[in-house]
């Protein structure tokens, strides 16, 4: 396995929380904490983006008569039109 040396900054809850799993034991140090918790992390996002495309697969694989509805199409993105909105007004 190869290694890339890189220079990061972290905020002191994020050193803090490192420097608090090498103490404990769970990694001799600092890089190696910070490595295999972004590995944890790819792997949960690896396993939330399959459950969810078999859920949408399974979703698909329904007969049409089965589909519920979800509004008129004119209006689905609404809700999320006006939280973008929102958002955009307090940056």
């Known amino acids: ?3 890339q040396k890189q220079s990061v900054s972290f905020t002191e809850a994020a050193y803090a929380f490192a420097k608090e799993l090498v ?3 769970e990694y001799p140090n600092v890089s190696a904490a910070v490595s295999g918790e972004l590995v944890k992390a790819k792997a949960e ?5 399959s459950l969810l495309e078999v859920e949408l697969e ?3 694989a329904l007969p ?10 004119g ?6 039109r006006a ?3 929102a958002v955009r007004q307090k940056s």
């Open 1 to 3: 396995m190869s290694v």
């Open 23 to 25: 103490e404990t034991g």
């Open 45 to 49: 996002r690896d396993r939330e983006r």
């Open 58 to 60: 399974r979703r698909l």
């Open 64 to 73: 049409l008569d089965q589909w519920e509805p979800v509004g008129e199409a």
């Open 75 to 80: 209006t689905v993105t609404d809700g999320a």
């Open 83 to 85: 939280h973008l909105a």
